[in-house]
């Protein structure tokens, strides 16, 4: 469970979500369609209300080798300098799918 994994990132739980997210970058690297390597994932996005929990960030950076963020789901929505939602920014990291599918469809 996350809860597990944020909980104690030394343990088990912990490991086994890190090798698995390796698992698909090293997918990634080597079947990849583009032959010329240009396209290459230099950040990950965490999202839902996990990824804001201390120490997250740097255990999977430190473990991947790549960067890490917290995501912004009101990125391509619209500006936050505009217009700021009634909703912690913790909060709407849960809202991640639900907000990139209603993008599609702007």
């Not at 469970?1 to 390796?22: C, P």
């Not at 994932?41 to 963020?69: C, H, M, P, Q, Y």
Request: hydrophobic share 40%; charged share 25%; aromatic share 6%.
């Amino acid at each position: 469970a996350s809860q597990d994994v944020v909980s104690d990132m030394s343990g088990s739980e912990a490991q086994a979500l890190k090798e698995q997210i390796n698992k698909l970058l090293v997918y990634w690297f080597t079947n990849k369609s583009d032959p010329t390597g240009e396209r290459k994932i230099e950040v990950a996005i965490l999202s839902g209300s996990l990824a804001t929990t201390s120490g997250l960030v740097d255990f999977l950076e430190k473990g991947l080798r790549i960067s890490v963020v917290v995501g912004d789901v009101w990125q391509n929505a619209f500006s936050i300098d505009e217009h700021i939602p009634p909703i912690e920014h913790k909060k709407s990291l849960d809202y991640v799918t639900a907000i990139g599918l209603a993008l599609l469809n702007k």
